[in-house]
C-alpha cells in the first residue's frame, strides 16, 4: 500500500534470499550465490482505495463500509445458480478432517470464535480455536487428520505464521483466511479464502472482523451441504447475508444515537464491562478490545453467567456495563445478570436485538438470523469505541503503541 501510486507490480522474496540492486538492474539470489527467476505478481490495489475521502478518520469509513463488504462477499462467493461455492480443493480438506484448528490472533481469534459456532452448526466438524503465540509454545494432542485454518486480515502475522511452519513441518494440512493477496501466510499455506474487504488502514480491525465471520458462514453453510446435513441445506445464507447488510446500513446510520450512548457512558469511566452469553459473549470479548485499543478505557469481556464467580467484585457506583443480547434462549438469564450489577451501582446499558429487546433498552439492533448476530451486534460495539475515543480526545486511527500488522513475535 505504501508504494501503490508508484507501481502495482511486485516480486516475492523467501526466506534466505538476497536482493542486489545494482545500477543495471535487481537481481534475487540465495544465500549460496545462485541467482532466482521469479515472475513478477500486480497488486490487486487501486490508490482511491487507501484514500480517506470527506471522512475525518479510517475507522469511521471502513466501520461504514462493511454493508458493501458483506454484498461484494456475496459476489464474490456466488455461482452461476446463485448459491455461494468454495474452491473444491478447500471443501475437500474439510470433509477429510477430523479436527479444524483455527489459529489467529486479537480481533481475528474473536472472529474464529464465532466461526467455531458456525462451522460445528452448520458442518458438525468438531473446532478448537488457539490464539497463535500460545499455541506455538504449547501444541495440543492433535488427532490423526488435523486441518488449520489460518484466519488473519494483513497475512503477515508473525505468531500465526510460526505456527504454520511448524504445522507444515509436520505434514498438516493449512488454510489461510485473509484479506491480502500475495501476503506471506496466503503464500505459505496450502489454500486461501480471501476477505474481498479491501484494503484496511485504521489499526482497529472493523470491516475485516465482520469479513471473516462471512467468509467463515460460506465455508460452513457449503461444507455442511456437500455433507447432506439438514440445517445447512436449509440456511439461505445469500438471503440471510443480504439482510445482514440491510441492518448494517440501519446500525450506521445510527450514529447520533450511538454518540450519545458513548458520551454517557463512557467519556469520563475509567473502565467498563461488556456482559454477553453464548456468542454474544464472543462480540463482548471484541467490543471490549475496541474500546481499550482506541480509547484506552481498561475494558474487559465476560461471560455474564461467570459474573458472580469473581468479577462482579469489581463493580462499584457508576462503574459502566453493557450488556449485549442477540439469543432468545439466554435472554432472561442475562437480564438477571443486568440486575445484579445494578443492585451493585453499575451504570448498565443494554444493546439488544429485536425480537427479544424490552422496553428501557438503551439500544435495538435489526433481527437477522440467530447464527449471523455478530455481524449485526457488532458494529454498534465499534462505533461506541470510536465515539469513546473521540470524546476522550484519542488518535482513532493511530492509538498509541500499536501497529497495524504484527509482524515480530
Request: charged letters at 25%.
Amino acid at each position: 500500500m505504501a508504494v501503490i501510486r508508484e507501481t502495482d507490480q511486485f516480486v516475492e522474496i523467501m526466506d534466505e534470499e538476497i536482493v542486489l540492486v545494482k545500477r543495471d538492474g535487481v537481481t534475487i539470489e540465495t544465500l549460496a550465490g545462485e541467482e532466482i527467476e521469479r515472475e513478477a505478481y500486480t497488486a490487486e490495489l487501486d490508490a482511491s482505495d487507501i484514500e480517506k475521502g470527506t471522512y475525518p478518520h479510517y475507522m469511521l469509513k471502513e466501520t461504514d463500509e462493511q454493508p458493501a463488504v458483506i454484498r461484494k462477499i456475496i459476489q464474490a462467493y456466488q455461482n452461476e445458480a446463485g448459491d455461494v461455492t468454495v474452491n473444491p480443493k478447500i471443501v475437500k480438506e474439510l470433509l477429510d478432517t477430523d479436527r479444524i484448528h483455527i489459529v489467529a490472533c486479537g480481533t481475528s481469534y474473536h472472529a474464529g470464535l464465532v466461526g467455531k459456532n458456525l462451522i460445528e452448526k452448520l458442518a458438525e466438524v468438531p473446532v478448537e480455536v488457539h490464539v497463535s503465540s500460545e499455541f506455538g509454545y504449547n501444541m495440543p494432542l492433535l488427532t490423526e487428520k488435523p486441518l488449520f485454518i489460518f484466519i488473519t486480515q494483513s497475512g503477515e502475522t508473525a505468531d500465526s505464521r510460526q505456527v504454520l511452519v511448524k504445522i507444515k513441518e509436520l505434514g498438516y494440512r493449512s488454510l489461510t483466511i485473509t484479506n491480502v493477496p500475495g501476503s506471506t501466510l496466503d503464500r505459505e499455506a496450502d489454500n486461501t479464502m480471501y476477505l474481498h474487504a479491501g484494503p484496511e488502514i485504521a489499526v482497529a480491525s472493523t470491516k475485516a472482523y465482520t469479513a471473516q465471520i462471512a467468509a467463515l458462514s460460506i465455508l460452513a453453510t457449503v461444507v455442511g451441504r456437500e455433507k447432506g446435513l439438514s440445517m445447512a441445506i436449509d440456511f439461505d445464507l445469500i438471503v440471510e447475508l443480504g439482510i445482514v447488510a440491510n441492518a448494517m446500513e440501519t446500525l450506521v446510520d445510527s450514529k447520533e444515537t450511538i454518540e450519545h450512548i458513548a458520551g454517557e457512558y463512557l467519556a469520563t469511566t475509567r473502565n467498563a464491562f461488556f456482559l454477553g452469553r453464548h456468542v454474544d459473549y464472543f462480540v463482548a470479548m471484541e467490543a471490549a478490545l475496541k474500546l481499550k485499543e482506541i480509547s484506552y478505557i481498561q475494558a474487559e469481556g465476560f461471560a455474564s453467567g461467570e459474573l458472580k464467580h469473581g468479577t462482579i467484585a469489581l463493580i462499584e457506583d457508576g462503574t459502566p456495563v453493557l450488556a449485549l443480547i442477540t439469543q432468545e434462549n439466554i435472554n432472561w438469564n442475562i437480564r438477571g445478570n443486568v440486575k445484579e450489577v445494578l443492585a451493585r451501582g453499575a451504570n448498565a446499558c443494554i444493546l439488544s436485538m429485536e425480537g427479544v429487546n424490552q422496553p428501557g433498552d438503551q439500544f435495538v439492533i435489526p433481527k437477522v438470523h440467530e447464527l449471523l448476530t455478530p455481524l449485526a451486534s457488532v458494529v454498534p460495539c465499534q462505533l461506541l469505541a470510536y465515539y469513546a475515543a473521540l470524546h476522550r480526545g484519542c488518535d482513532v486511527d493511530k492509538p498509541r503503541n500499536l501497529a497495524k500488522s504484527v509482524t515480530v513475535e
